[in-house]
């Protein structure tokens, strides 16, 4: 069974500093996806991380994967109040019946 | 393209009753998916169509849940004899990866309280 743990599940940012955020998967997958979610809103689309070694940059979020250690990592330059939300990673299954697998997710909060 | 809808956006219920949620996708996804989330949790999957077709159901899927698409368009969540542990938000996702392009857009979700 496929799993994706996140680490950690809250983060205490401080506005201007860099931070990393980690998502782990158990088994063989080459698509991961990060999602932001505000309270009470559903899911908005951040990354689509397709093969092994890409990285992907929005603003001031970087997202990478590395396949080979069922890593991706979001990273977070110069933290602003609005990037405080809940940050979701989700792997795909591979194969014809592929659907995603959720992490519990990373809540962040930006103080000044 | 208006994305993927959701209604109702919220629905309280006494427990005992049937509630029925819809979600219509992005008209040219042929894959539609259903989550549940619940509070501080990421989205559990539900199940999942390919056009009419339920290829497949979680184990959370108790015998309680019903899920349609009887056109390969629209699909339907019911719940039956509603429990207060049905209480979540239930998210609608769609995708087509026919196209190659490769991402889930999820739907603003039906938020359900049973009391």
């Known amino acids: 069974e496929l799993k994706v743990e996140q680490n950690p599940l809250f983060l205490s940012m401080q506005e201007g500093k860099n931070y990393t955020i980690y998502c782990n998967y158990s088994?063989?997958?080459?698509?991961l996806y990060w999602y932001r979610q505000d309270p009470g809103k559903s899911l908005e689309s951040l990354f689509v991380l397709l093969s092994n070694g890409a990285v992907k940059q929005e603003g001031r979020l970087m997202a990478s994967l590395d396949t080979k250690a069922r890593l991706s990592t979001l990273h977070i330059t110069a933290a602003v109040h609005d990037l405080s939300a809940t940050y979701f990673c989700a792997v795909d299954n591979t194969g014809a019946n592929s659907k995603l697998t959720f992490g519990k997710g990373i809540t962040l909060s930006v103080r000044p | 393209d208006t994305g993927v809808s959701q209604n109702p956006r919220h629905k309280i219920t006494k427990r005992g009753q049937n509630v029925t949620f819809r979600c219509d996708p992005i008209s040219e996804h042929n894959r539609l998916y259903w989550y549940r989330q619940t509070l501080g949790q990421g989205p559990e999957f539900l199940t999942y169509?390919?056009?009419?077709?339920?290829?497949?159901k979680s184990r959370l899927l108790s015998d309680r849940f019903s899920a349609e698409r009887p056109k390969g368009s629209f699909s339907t969540l019911e719940i039956q004899r509603t429990e207060q542990g049905d209480s979540a938000m239930y998210l609608c996702?769609?995708?087509?990866?026919?196209?190659?392009?490769?991402?889930?857009?999820f739907g603003s979700g039906t938020r359900l309280t049973v009391v």
């Open positions: 088994t063989t997958s080459d698509r």
């Open positions: 996702a769609s995708s087509s990866p026919r196209t190659g392009v490769y991402g889930y857009t």
């Open positions: 169509f390919q056009n009419e077709a339920q290829l497949e």
